[in-house]
C-alpha cells in the first residue's frame, strides 16, 4: 500500500494555486472547475486543493529549512514558528543517522499550517 493523494482546504483556489505553485517548485497538475479541483503531482503522491477539504498539516521536505523559511519571509509569508532542530537522528529508524531534523511552520495563502522539514549533517 502507498499513499497516493491527500487533500488540503483551499477557499481560493487560483490563489490557493499560486501559492503551492510557488512553494513547491512545481507547475498545476490538472483544473477541474467546476468542482473546484486543483491538483500538483509530489512524487507521485497527488496534492489536492479543494474548498471542501479539511485543513490538513502538510509537512514537506526541503534543502535547508533555514533558507527556505528566509526566502518565504522576502515574499512575504508568514512565519508561525522559527526553523529548530526538533529531534538528532542517532540510527535510520526515522532519518540518516548523524543528522539533526530541523522543522519550521509558515501559514499558507489559505490559513493552513504548513511544515517544513530538513534532515541536515550535525
Known amino acids: 500500500m502507498r499513499l497516493v493523494q491527500i487533500a488540503q482546504h483551499a477557499s481560493d483556489l487560483p490563489r490557493a494555486g499560486e501559492f503551492?505553485?510557488?512553494?513547491?517548485?512545481?507547475?498545476?497538475?490538472?483544473?477541474?472547475n467546476p468542482p473546484g479541483l486543483l491538483f500538483f503531482d509530489l512524487d507521485?503522491?497527488?496534492?489536492?486543493?479543494?474548498?471542501?477539504?479539511?485543513s490538513a498539516l502538510l509537512y514537506l521536505a526541503v534543502p535547508d529549512v533555514r533558507e527556505s523559511?528566509?526566502?518565504?519571509?522576502?515574499?512575504?509569508?508568514?512565519?508561525?514558528?522559527?526553523?529548530?532542530?526538533?529531534?538528532?537522528?542517532?540510527?535510520?529508524?526515522?532519518?540518516p543517522p548523524g543528522t539533526d531534523e530541523w522543522m519550521a511552520?509558515?501559514?499558507d495563502s489559505e490559513g493552513n499550517t504548513v511544515g517544513l522539514v530538513s534532515q541536515l549533517p550535525r
Open 20 to 32: 503551492y505553485a510557488a512553494l513547491l517548485g512545481v507547475e498545476v497538475r490538472a483544473v477541474f
Open 44 to 54: 507521485g503522491v497527488r496534492l489536492l486543493l479543494e474548498a471542501g477539504a479539511p
Open 69 to 95: 523559511v528566509s526566502g518565504l519571509r522576502g515574499r512575504g509569508v508568514e512565519i508561525i514558528e522559527e526553523p529548530t532542530v526538533i529531534f538528532s537522528h542517532a540510527d535510520d529508524r526515522l532519518g
Open 105 to 107: 511552520f509558515i501559514r
